[in-house]
């Protein structure tokens, strides 16, 4: 038996934003997500979405001060909390110039611009960039330029 159900990659994020609704039509725009599912909580609200890109899953759902806490911790959009994070998430894309271009054009703040990494032959070489997201998540997308030379 596989250890991850059909179609989940083993690693998945989850992000907490104050109007989820919003954030995913966002990312759908910003990110070119794709919206696999979105459970609606008693009061209206986001309680779980998943959002795909490739093999990659977000889960989006509600955070905010009115929220109670689920799974013992209370949620919070980076937003609420003046703009502090404690992950980024990070994706590799086909064309990130063309990426970039349509994320800046639905409203993300670039916080590093596109920039070629090469990081030597033994390793490898990706062109990147970084941006926030309107409840300030931060993101980094990159698409690979070339691989290690010894594999």
């Known amino acids: ?66 929220r109670e806490a689920r799974f013992g911790v209370t949620g919070r959009s980076p937003r609420l909390l003046g703009g502090a994070n404690t992950q980024a998430l990070f994706l590799y894309v086909d064309d990130v110039d063309a990426h970039c271009g349509q994320a800046r054009a639905a409203g993300a703040q670039v916080t590093y611009a596109l920039t070629e990494n090469d990081y030597g032959a033994e390793y490898w070489t990706d062109r990147t960039y970084g941006c926030v997201d309107p409840d300030g998540h931060m993101w980094w997308f990159s698409q690979r330029l070339r691989n290690p030379s010894g594999g």
């Not at 109007?19 to 910003?30: T, V």
């Not at 890109?53 to 889960?59: D, K, N, P, Q």
């Open 1 to 66: 038996m596989k250890p991850t159900p059909p179609g989940w990659p083993r690693l998945s994020s989850a992000v907490y934003c104050e109007n989820a609704r919003e954030a995913i039509a966002w990312y759908q725009r910003a990110f070119g997500f794709t919206v696999e599912i979105v459970v609606d909580a008693p009061d209206g609200s986001v309680m779980h979405s998943e959002l795909r890109y490739g093999e990659a899953i977000v889960m989006v759902s509600e955070g905010g001060a009115a």
